[in-house]
């Protein structure tokens, strides 16, 4: 009987140790980047009400507004969630992939309510001839805010990497 309480205590110290390291902030928001990049990517392959469907689980990442910087002059600017998913439907329509391959680690910063996270990327978003494609890697740096509803993205910035 001693032997069930050992082990059931040992399997609650295990269980509590592994909840307190996936829940940490930093560990929790690159799975929602990576969640994020896994939404967004689509190749030449993947049918229309596919990628529709994806265009409904892009808004909850965002804040109500949404900074962005980007080597793509249309994409520059302060934009609603609502504006943000309008464009990615665009883009499901025209594109004909996005492809966003994370390279290596993400580093965080926590500052309160406030993270930073900073990664490399290779993207390649093509459309047609009359938008700019994006095809090479890039630095992003990803700001959230702490909200009510959990962390939203507040701004990013992508700066291509020569």
């Known amino acids: 009987m001693k032997s069930i309480y050992r082990f059931a205590a040992i399997a609650l110290i295990v269980l509590g140790l592994f909840s307190w390291w996936y829940y940490q902030t930093p560990r929790m928001l690159a799975r929602k980047i990576d969640g994020l990049i896994s939404t967004l990517r689509f190749d030449p392959s993947t049918s229309r009400s596919s990628r529709l469907i994806k265009t409904s689980g892009i808004q909850s990442y965002f804040d109500e507004q949404v900074e962005i910087t980007s080597p793509i002059d249309n994409a520059n600017g302060n934009f609603s969630p609502e ?80």
């Open 83 to 162: 504006d943000l998913t309008s464009g990615y439907s665009f883009l499901t329509e025209n594109a004909r992939e996005i492809s966003i391959e994370r390279v290596g680690q993400i580093s965080c910063e926590l500052d309160g309510p406030h993270a930073t996270q900073r990664f490399d990327c290779n993207a390649k978003v093509s459309v047609s001839r009359w938008l700019k494609n994006l095809n090479g890697r890039y630095e992003v740096t990803v700001h959230w805010k702490k909200t009510n509803d959990g962390w939203k993205i507040h701004s990013t910035d992508w700066k291509e990497i020569p």
